[in-house]
């Protein structure tokens, strides 16, 4: 199961990596090209096939996926893809180990408010850098996700993929903001850590 997540999780970024560069050739064929462009287009639309498919495949296996490597571990191994697609991009990151401890849906949530935000900044930011942070208190869960690019349209703050962030955060009644302080665009979620927060601290006493 692992072996299947790590192939899966990894096949994200590169299915990305080659859309990101499909797009760019067909921006750049000539117009007159029509043999050239059709066959860049149905690239396109290969990839997001498959796009479509690997993420129906990770929403099957995340949840056991996350169950068996840990949540830290697991999000550690999303940061790591990260810096393979983007190896210019400076991937730092704050991750409390006891998040391990934190299992079901707020386990769920925790990874993909965190891979859609880094998305979004591998999509949109032109950052040098992002700062991912994730920590879990007696009361709640921090996470944030922070980067020094070229932030976001005032008019459309929930435009660029991060209603979906939203919607999960609400459904546990968590809150979600999108900052712009000092230079830099930040996401930060709060969630209701519940009865997570003491078996975490159990544990890591123990």
Request: proline share 3%; charged share 25%; aromatic share 2%.
């Amino acid at each position: 199961l692992a072996e299947a997540g790590y192939v899966s999780v990894s096949t994200g970024p590169l299915l990305f990596g080659i859309r990101a560069n499909t797009v760019a050739l067909l921006e750049s064929i000539p117009s007159g090209e029509a043999k050239l462009s059709s066959a860049a287009e149905g690239i396109l639309q290969s990839v997001e096939t498959l796009q479509q498919a690997n993420r129906r495949i990770l929403d099957r296996l995340r949840p056991l996926y996350i169950q068996e490597l840990g949540l830290e571990r697991s999000i550690q191994t999303l940061l790591q893809n990260v810096k393979t697609q983007a190896p210019d991009l400076k991937v730092t990151s704050q991750i409390d180990t006891t998040l391990n401890d934190v299992d079901g849906l707020l386990s769920q949530t925790i990874y993909r408010v965190i891979q859609e935000a880094v998305t979004n900044v591998l999509r949109h930011a032109r950052a040098n850098a992002v700062h991912v942070v994730a920590d879990i208190n007696d009361r709640e869960v921090i996470v944030e996700v922070s980067d020094d690019g070229i932030g976001f349209p005032a008019d459309r703050l929930f435009g660029r993929g991060l209603t979906g962030m939203l919607e999960r955060a609400r459904a546990l009644s968590g809150t979600l903001e999108l900052l712009r302080e000092q230079g830099r665009t930040c996401v930060r979620c709060r969630l209701p850590a519940g009865d997570s927060a003491a078996h975490a601290r159990g544990a890591e006493r123990s």
